[in-house]
């Protein structure tokens, strides 16, 4: 009975921690008049979108890059300019930022006590004239109307906001980060009805005005942050600086871990453990208990294979259903993930657990995992 109620809680937390649907706001288009002027409402989004800078730390990026250019000049908002920062790269990334409209910064390698990506960031925004600075990496895809949303939204809400991508997953090996994008975004608070306290930012995509980002210090004060959208966010908070969470939807796009997967292990060994030890308490406790629940059905289902109890089968055959469907559900949200994959659930789930006590042991003994050519403390 116990198993089962756990099951049953398990599904009511995961209605809790993923009731939210937070999407960038409607660009709100108007279409061009029959003399091809501009409409007022196409010109006021135009205008907005001319004050960000976007700033793109690049390494070794060579494959991702292209394709977010070519997504950025298609914009039907153009930014007022495109910064790609060459964070020391190892291929030809500096060559294909030249081929481009984009402005080329060649940084040497990071100084000690940095973070690659901090250091790139921070000098793109060193070098950024726009009012708002629009921070992407270089995975991200984007509609031609996602710089009109993320304006938009941007004004509608007037504070710093931040957008997780729709994870695209084309390899069977990319359906292991099944679990791990999923508790990314409860962890963050993001799809809780009863807070908006989220814990940081998501780094792929993050539109803070200038005059914000320099007075919190910038990525300086994060300089040794494997996690710096999620210490951005805590600096924000230090100063009472309030911050809004997305989803990219149709929108806004990435696929993460495209080398293979010893770089999606490595990617996901480098942050998670040290993302969960910064959970605020309460939504730490209703992920254990969601996987506790998704666990246990599993679990008493094979249990009652062996034991040959026809009815437990039956109900416990049932639940997993209701899990299964559960789970699809919230991935339709989040990403690509096939019906099959999360179907095997517990394959996936059991990657997650091991990958998760790796990273948990390697925070804990402060030991280093290798990420785009660099060893980086965790």
Not at 145 to 151: M, V
Request: proline share 4%; with cysteine.
């Amino acid at each position: 009975m116990t198993a089962m109620i756990t099951c049953i809680a398990g599904l009511l937390i995961g209605f809790l921690l993923f009731y939210r649907k937070p999407y960038l706001e409607a660009a709100d288009i108007q279409s061009e008049d029959m003399d091809g002027q501009d409409s007022e409402g196409l010109i006021n989004r135009r205008t907005s979108c001319k004050k960000i800078s976007v700033i793109i730390p690049a390494r070794n990026e060579a494959e991702n890059l292209p394709n977010l250019l070519l997504d950025l000049k298609r914009q039907d908002c153009p930014p007022f300019e495109i910064i790609c920062v060459d964070d020391f790269s190892e291929d030809n990334t500096s060559d294909l930022i030249r081929q481009s409209d984009a402005k080329l910064i060649s940084i040497p390698d990071k100084p000690k006590g940095w973070v690659g990506k901090t250091w790139a960031c921070k000098c793109g925004a060193a070098r950024a004239e726009g009012e708002l600075l629009l921070f992407l990496d270089a995975d991200v895809r984007l509609s031609p109307s996602a710089l009109s949303k993320i304006a938009r939204t941007y004004q509608k809400e007037g504070c710093v906001i931040s957008v997780q991508p729709f994870h695209t997953v084309r390899k069977i090996y990319e359906q292991f980060s099944f679990f791990f994008s999923i508790i990314l975004l409860a962890g963050n608070g993001m799809g809780f009805p009863f807070s908006r306290r989220y814990i940081g930012l998501f780094g792929p995509v993050i539109l803070i005005p200038a005059k914000t980002y320099h007075d919190i210090g910038g990525h300086s004060t994060v300089q040794r942050s494997i996690v710096d959208d999620l210490s951005i966010g805590e600096a924000l908070k230090r100063q009472k600086i309030p911050f809004s969470l997305f989803m990219g939807g149709a929108d806004i796009s990435f696929r993460m871990y495209s080398g293979g997967f010893r770089e999606l292990c490595q990617g996901w060994i480098k942050n998670f453990a040290v993302g969960a030890a910064r959970t605020p308490v309460h939504l730490l406790v209703m992920i254990i208990l969601w996987l506790g629940g998704c666990t246990a059905v599993f679990y008493e289902l094979i249990h009652a294979v062996f034991a040959g109890k026809g009815e437990l089968i039956a109900i416990y055959a049932g639940l997993y259903v209701v899990w299964v469907i559960a789970l699809r559900l919230i991935s339709r949200r989040i990403g690509s993930f096939s019906t099959a994959a999360i179907a095997l659930y517990p394959v996936l789930l059991t990657f997650f657990f091991l990958t998760f006590l790796i990273s948990t042991f390697r925070k804990v003994f402060h030991l280093s995992v290798t990420w785009k050519g660099r060893k980086i403390k965790i």
